[in-house]
């Protein structure tokens, strides 16, 4: 499959602000255009568990959109479709920062100060 010159011009443009998976798979979702997370995984001869996660935050940034649900390879389970957004296309496109809230931060921190005091009274 080709992939459409505005598209190329769409990921000149975004390249900058993904990181380095991050844009391997924008650029892979690009060049199959409707395609599942095996697929993409398949690609770029990467494992699965890679794909989803930055899949996942191209979705956050508004990157990459949900195109429905279907019959996916390889053992023909219904599974999530992706396509490149085309509001992303368009010249006023503004990404949503992929951050994460100072309330989860603190409490991610509290609870490892719980698990490092519990592992030091039991010895563990």
Known sequence: MT???????????????????????????LELDNCCDFQIAEHL????NCVTNRRG?????GYVADNG??????CSNDV???QIDEACLED??????LQKSKQ??????????????????FGF
């Open 69 to 74: 649900i279907g019959t996916g390879p390889p």
């Open 92 to 97: 006023n496109f503004k990404a949503k920062p």
């Open 3 to 29: 992939v459409q010159r505005t598209s190329k011009a769409a990921f000149k443009k975004i390249a900058k602000e993904l990181s380095t998976k991050r844009g391997k798979v924008f650029q892979a979702i």
């Open 45 to 48: 001869h990467w494992p699965i």
């Open 57 to 61: 935050e191209l979705v956050k940034m």
């Open 104 to 121: 989860k931060k603190q409490k991610r921190q509290r609870r490892a100060k719980v698990t490092f005091g519990t592992q030091l009274a």
């Open 80 to 82: 999530h479709f992706w």
